[in-house]
Structures are given as structure tokens and as C-alpha cells.
């Protein structure tokens, strides 16, 4: 296991790490395959070293930041994409649109900062991150409000 921690460092050692709160289950061995399979890239941003378990960054400044383990979402009002398979939740906050996983144990986040990443962008990243959030079983999906049992 040294070893490719040591080569995952020697790729960005030159890069400041990116100071990320990790979430409440951040040590699900679940967290643990998402991190092992995430690009070094998203869309034009470079993937840099991040300061918690279970998290990841791309870009300097960070444009997007992935933290897996944290509170799986319930039923909401908040609209839902599905791009490459993965159910999304968006919700937008004045400075940066969050997506959570739905219906995966643990859940996994994007917080995308609205400078950097425009909203036709988003599902480019959402899609150049699914492929890492499969490696967590989904156990629900998005429904429509007018499918969904209440």
C-alpha cells in the first residue's frame, strides 16, 4: 500500500494542498474505491493534493472538490440529474452549486465553485465523476415527485 501512495505524492508534490473538511464517514471502505479510481483530471482543472481522507480537489484555485461519506439525502424537493447513471441532487448556494449522491451509502459531494464551473459545464463533471461514485451501490434512485410514494 506504500507504494502507491508514494507515487501519488511524487505526482503532486509541487502542488499546495487544498485544505478540505472531511465528512462524517470519510473511512467507509466504500470512500476508499471512489478515491482509487478518480481521474487526475476534470474538464480543463488538474487534480491536486487534498488535506482529509475520503477528498479530492481539482484545480488552483479549487473549482471542484469531492468528499465522499457524507450524509446520504433523503426525499427533496431539489431537482435531480442522472448523467453516466448516477443520481444527483443539486442545490445551489450563493457562491457554489452542491451535488449529493442519491440513493448510495455513503454518499458522495461535489461542491463546484460558480466562478469556475458554468452550469453547462456541470454535467461534464458530473459525468467525468460517476464512473468513480459507481464503486458504491446505489440502493434507491430519483423518482419524479409525481411517482414517488409519500
Do not use: K
Amino acid at each position: 500500500m506504500l507504494l502507491p501512495v508514494a507515487a501519488v505524492l511524487g505526482l503532486v508534490g509541487c502542488t499546495s494542498s487544498y485544505s478540505v473538511e472531511p465528512a462524517p464517514d470519510a473511512h467507509h471502505p466504500d470512500c476508499a474505491d471512489v478515491m482509487l479510481n478518480l481521474p487526475e483530471q476534470v474538464g480543463d482543472y488538474q487534480q491536486r493534493l487534498s488535506s482529509s481522507q475520503g477528498t479530492a480537489a481539482w484545480g488552483d484555485p479549487a473549482a471542484v472538490v469531492l468528499r465522499c461519506g457524507v450524509e446520504p439525502i433523503g426525499p427533496t424537493e431539489h431537482p435531480c440529474v442522472s448523467p453516466a447513471g448516477v443520481d444527483w441532487v443539486w442545490i445551489e448556494h450563493d457562491d457554489h452549486t452542491q451535488l449529493v449522491t442519491f440513493g448510495r451509502v455513503p454518499a458522495v459531494e461535489l461542491l463546484l465553485d460558480q466562478e469556475h464551473i458554468t452550469e453547462s459545464s456541470m454535467m461534464n463533471v458530473q459525468a467525468a465523476l460517476s464512473g468513480p461514485v459507481q464503486e458504491i451501490d446505489q440502493e434507491r434512485e430519483c423518482l419524479p415527485i409525481d411517482e414517488a410514494e409519500l
